[in-house]
């Protein structure tokens, strides 16, 4: 395992409003070496006692920055330099996250459960991946969707 690759990527937040789930996805980044994780929106962010006992530490140990929206966080990245933003997202025109062609350093924009990512970020992003869905429900939790589309682009990253 010491010979696998940590691709470089940002995880951006839009108005999750569960500290539980943001908590998840600040252990999943750590785990995966992301840079960093930018919370949008109401989007619970370090320090917040529930997001804190969910991460167990790892709040602590990934940067987080805050911005009043998941579109002013794509304009921000951009601006540095993140090659691509992808949104996480079901869509007619998503691309299956496992079989996405990366170009890093990149950003994944998670959305709310209920309203998804916002549409003028979703505008903004240059492409859209996400996870087959065959239930009625076309969805799962964010922190589920995270751990399985971070985990997809780290085995696809170290395959390429």
């Known amino acids: 395992m010491d010979n ?4 470089m990527l940002t995880i951006v937040l839009d108005r999750l409003r569960s500290a539980f789930n943001t908590g998840n996805i600040f252990r999943l980044a750590e785990a995966v070496g992301a840079r960093e994780i930018i919370a949008c929106g109401y989007t619970p962010a370090p320090p917040h006692p ?3 006992k969910t991460a167990m530490g790892a709040d602590k140990m990934v940067k987080c920055r805050v911005m009043p929206d998941a579109l002013t966080a794509i304009k921000q990245l951009h601006a540095e330099g993140i090659r691509q933003i992808l949104a996480v997202e079901s869509t007619p025109t998503s691309v299956f996250a496992w079989e996405f062609d990366y170009n890093f350093p990149a950003a994944l924009v998670f959305g709310n459960e209920a309203l998804g990512i ?3 970020a979703l505008i903004a992003c240059d492409g859209v991946i996400g ?3 065959f239930g009625r429900k076309e969805s799962i939790n964010v922190g589920n969707c995270a751990a399985a589309v971070l985990y997809a682009i780290v085995a696809r990253y170290n395959l390429s």
């Open 131 to 133: 996870l087959p869905m």
């Open 4 to 7: 696998i690759q940590k691709p």
């Open 50 to 52: 529930k997001l804190g």
């Open 118 to 120: 916002a549409p003028e």
